[in-house]
Nanobody, 124 residues
Framework: QVQLVESGGGLVQAGGSLRLSCTASGRTFSSCIMGWFRQAPGQEREFVAAITSSGGSINYAVSAKGRFTISRDNAKNTVYLQMNRLEPEDTAVYYC?????????????????WGQGTQVTVSS
């Protein structure tokens, strides 16, 4: 069993920045592929970014590339999502997740454990 707790969401103006954190417990965090997803009202949950256990490989959604940075600190059991140049379209609940197995995936169905989410609201 894995517990994930996200933090760092909030209200920000367009062009601003936020850093989300996700702290894990209950499993060997350093061996897990971690991902960030988001879900806007009335929309499907979508992939944002993922990072391998060592941090050596990273993948981003097209919408995140160049603006968002995923990173992790295995000593703190924490994965981060630095979001810059935020746009109103980035407004959503952001979730971190642990991938079940296999190579790094963008599919939400490949992630077994999820946090409760943190709200990000970007005003225009």
């Amino acid at each position: 069993q894995v517990q994930l707790v996200e933090s760092g969401g909030g209200l920000v103006q367009a062009g601003g920045s936020l850093r989300l954190s996700c702290t894990a417990s209950g499993r060997t965090f350093s061996s897990c592929i971690m991902g960030w997803f988001r879900q806007a009202p009335g929309q499907e949950r979508e992939f944002v970014a993922a990072i391998t256990s060592s941090g050596g490989s990273i993948n981003y959604a097209v919408s995140a590339k160049g603006r968002f940075t995923i990173s992790r600190d295995n000593a703190k059991n924490t994965v981060y999502l630095q979001m810059n140049r935020l746009e109103p379209e980035d407004t959503a609940v952001y979730y971190c997740a642990v991938q079940s197995f296999g190579s790094m995936s963008m599919r939400k169905y490949d992630y077994a454990y999820w946090g409760q989410g943190t709200q990000v609201t970007v005003s225009s």
